[in-house]
């Protein structure tokens, strides 16, 4: 017994002082605390007197209790930290429901007699805006390559910094709610949709309105093409 809490309160010591994860070795410290002070107390009954193992797993356990108190505000702090900047790179709840932009919209289905080669094998056709904002002129509706359903739309115009912050505060007056940064991207979403608007090379500020559901219909439509075009011949 004495023995089995001084093994445990050494793999627990050791454990506590393991960076974020360190705070589960509470779950060794704690039983090897508890084996140690039977065993003192049985030790005691017996009159045998040898309390030297049982007495250093618990000085072990205490100390390595201490670290990992200090391991578990630390894992608190860290994750309060990650919900702050996921909370400030996504943004805030909209008020308003994400539909599309430049007067099409997410989930509309293309159609396919309309969409040639090359647009299959970028992945999107390009359009003039039916809506026009500011000087996003050229909308490009990427799809499903099966289904041909829109699941991201996206425009770019050329401007500077200040112009970003022009489209930035659009966006947040239209949906009702502050954009989310990161760098020089901003977002929020909802409702599995999201607005997103950035910088890119050249001067070039651009917009995407994409549903994230649609997104991942893509990516498994994508794949199933593949698979169809596998050829196991010769294997």
């Known amino acids: 017994m004495k023995v089995a ?3 445990l309160a050494i793999i627990g010591l050791i454990f506590s002082l393991i960076p974020l994860v360190g705070a589960f070795s509470i779950y060794l410290l704690i039983p090897a605390f508890l084996l140690s002070v039977i065993g003192i107390i049985v030790s005691a009954i017996k009159k045998k007197g040898k309390y ?8 072990l356990s205490v100390i390595g209790g ?3 108190i200090v391991q578990m505000k630390a894992t608190v702090a860290v994750g309060e930290g990650l919900a702050e900047i996921q909370k400030s790179t996504g943004g805030e709840a909209i008020q308003v429901e994400i539909t599309g932009f ?4 997410l989930g509309e289905k293309l159609n396919p007699k309309e969409v040639n080669k090359k647009d299959l094998a970028n992945g999107y056709v390009q359009r ?7 000087n996003f002129e050229e909308i490009k509706l990427y799809f499903t390559p099966k289904t041909f359903v829109v699941y991201d739309i996206r425009s770019s115009e050329k401007g500077n910094f200040d ?4 489209i930035v505060a659009s966006l947040e007056e239209k949906y009702k709610a502050k954009m989310g940064s990161l760098l020089d991207e901003y977002r929020f979403s909802g409702n599995h949709r999201t607005v997103s608007t950035g910088r890119g090379f050249g001067d070039i500020n651009w917009i995407s309105v994409q549903d ?5 219909q893509n990516e498994k439509e994508k794949a199933e093409i593949v698979k169809s075009k596998a050829d196991t011949t010769g294997l």
């Not at 430049?102 to 919209?105: D, I, K, N, R």
């Open 52 to 59: 030297g193992l049982a007495i250093a797993a618990v000085i």
């Open 5 to 7: 809490g001084f093994v």
């Open 66 to 68: 201490g670290i990992a």
């Open 212 to 216: 994230n559901k649609l997104a991942k």
């Open 102 to 105: 430049a007067g099409y919209e």
């Open 128 to 134: 003039p805006a039916k809506r026009k904002f500011r």
């Open 163 to 166: 112009d970003l912050k022009v």
